[in-house]
């Protein structure tokens, strides 16, 4: 069993920050890429950014210069760092990671989602 968590959604002003982060935990030999959508309502589930195993990273152009990710692969976890937040960032955000039980396949892993509220 594979479960991911994560934490540090909410409600923030417009031009404010939050800090998500997802944990993975379970029988986890290995974690390839790993990233975080969005989906506010009414849309599709969009993604915001992804980080690679070598730390190369990808992001929507909507966040381009506001949004950081990373990982810290000793803890299983990734983080998004979103700053300058706008009421268009509002949404639900899911956490995502390609994570190996041991073999050379890769299963597609998603957590529960965390709400981001802007306000203006």
């Known amino acids: 069993q594979v479960q991911l968590v994560e934490s540090g959604g909410g409600l923030v002003q417009a031009g404010g920050s939050l800090r998500l982060s997802c944990a993975a935990s379970g029988s986890i030999f290995s974690i390839n890429a790993m990233g975080w959508y969005r989906q506010a309502p009414g849309k599709q589930r969009e993604l915001v950014a992804s980080i690679g195993t070598d730390d190369s990273t990808n992001y929507a152009d909507s966040v381009k210069g506001r949004f950081t990710i990373s990982r810290d692969n000793a803890k299983n976890t990734v983080y998004l760092r979103m700053n300058s937040l706008k009421p268009e960032d509002t949404a639900v955000y899911y956490c995502?990671?390609?994570?190996?039980?041991?073999?050379?396949?890769?299963?597609?892993?998603w957590g529960q989602g965390t709400q981001v509220t802007v306000s203006s």
């Open positions: 995502n990671a390609d994570i190996s039980l041991g073999s050379l396949r890769l299963y597609d892993y």
